[in-house]
């Protein structure tokens, strides 16, 4: 949202300071990555491209001298990990969205294996900024350690939601006053809750916080959080926490590439355990077991992995007597014993037979003439071949089998 704003209100100081990073580097091409629900940031910035192009300030020899280069608007797809510069890259070169090891890093290997230089929307547009005015100019906002400003998008339970450029260090009580406040989820004056900065994998953090929380990196890190790009939501006193982490690991786990075991079993483990716990299904042990978790996905391939469960852990830190209340609350006539079961639904699913290819433990067997089963001891619970043959593999919600069991 933040880098939005900007692609869609000054992309001509973007194209700027990626000319100077091109010429400080010696690149002669660039690309300019936005997803393709922003339909207005692509089209203001091509336009923009275009009159820089009609100006002479970008393309073969600009303004005349012996300096090139061109710029390119990349519209991809939307995934989330592509935000990751390493899958921005295989998406740029029309690959699977895919976040690779390193080394090599992006500068020794990167766009068609060229040395690339990755940076943020809000880095280029800074970059033109202090070559302007200089680096004393620049620091005389923000903090020693965090100079300059930088632009925050403010949403969820306050009464004003939208957009401030900000210098780095503001308290966050001030940004709640200036805000108007919290508000419950109808809109009503209330209380705040939580402070959930930087996007999905940046944290949750309690509202009696926000007297000492600076708008700084630092600030957020001795708590466990992360400022990330700058998105941060307000959550009111009426807010299940509960209900917020199984949002949350949902999404991540909707989101996740793949291609790490890791991350992609670690947030559908998350998941299940949230799921269950809100449906009733709470255990002793669950804490535990989340915190195992979140301890594996810490060897992910990426940060979407790796930063997965730092809602997760704020939760259990922060709110910990929250998600105790839902645990001894469980409804101790549930009976599932696990999370989720796969079995064969539909023998006349076509897509059987490339399902028990897929599957990485060859737990489904069989053949189009015999007929196909699939064993439950031995499904890891990946979900691919449910993926590939929703209709011939079902997949069963034991938590909502068991809730229906108890009612009846």
Not at 10 to 24: K, R
Not at 114 to 123: H, L, R, W
Not at 379 to 393: F, N
Request: with cysteine.
């Amino acid at each position: 949202w933040v880098n939005r704003v900007l692609l869609e209100g000054d992309p001509h100081v973007v194209i700027e300071g990626m000319l100077i990073a091109a010429h400080a580097t010696g690149a002669i091409h660039g690309f300019i990555y936005i997803r393709n629900e922003y339909p207005l940031a692509i089209e203001r910035m091509r336009d923009a491209i275009a009159a820089a192009e009609e100006a002479g300030a970008l393309g073969e020899n600009i303004f005349g001298s012996d300096f090139s280069c061109t710029l390119e608007v990349i519209a991809g797809a939307g995934a989330y990990v592509c935000g990751e510069e390493t899958g921005l890259i295989a998406s740029i070169q029309d690959d699977r969205g895919m976040p690779r090891i390193k080394p090599p890093f992006p500068a020794q290997s990167g766009v068609f294996y060229k040395p690339t230089n990755v940076n943020n929307v809000e880095t280029y547009a800074s970059a033109a900024l202090v070559l302007e005015h200089g680096a004393e100019w620049y620091r005389e906002l923000g903090t020693p350690t965090n100079a300059g400003t930088k632009i925050f998008s403010f949403s969820g339970d306050i009464a004003r939601t939208g957009f401030m450029e900000l210098p780095y260090g503001v308290a966050m009580n001030d940004v709640v006053d200036a805000l108007g406040g919290a508000t419950t989820r109808s809109g009503a004056p209330g209380a705040l809750k939580a402070i959930q900065p930087g996007g999905p994998l940046a944290g949750y953090l309690p509202a009696s916080l926000a007297d000492s929380l600076t708008l700084e990196r630092e600030a957020f890190a001795e708590h466990g959080a992360l400022i990330g790009a700058g998105g941060i939501v307000f959550v009111g006193e009426d807010a299940n926490s509960i209900e917020l982490n199984l949002m949350f690991a949902e999404f991540l786990e909707d989101e996740s590439c793949g291609r790490c075991t890791t991350c992609h079993h670690g947030n559908q483990r998350m998941t299940e355990v949230f799921r269950r716990v809100l449906a009733g299904g709470g255990r002793p042990e669950d804490r535990h077991n989340l915190e195992m978790v979140g301890d594996a996905l810490q060897y992910s391939n990426c940060v979407h992995g790796s930063a997965s469960p730092t809602i997760m852990r704020n939760t259990l830190r922060f709110f910990s007597d929250e998600f105790e209340a839902h645990v001894q609350a469980a409804d101790t006539r549930l009976e599932g014993r696990g999370f989720v079961r796969y079995r064969v639904a539909d023998q006349d699913d076509p897509r059987l037979e490339s399902a028990r290819l897929i599957c990485p433990v060859d737990a489904i067997r069989g053949s189009p003439r015999g007929g196909y089963t699939l064993d439950e001891t031995t499904c890891v619970r990946c979900g691919a071949c449910h993926d590939l043959a929703p209709r011939g593999i079902a997949r069963d919600d034991l938590v909502a089998v068991a809730a229906a069991r108890a009612v009846i």
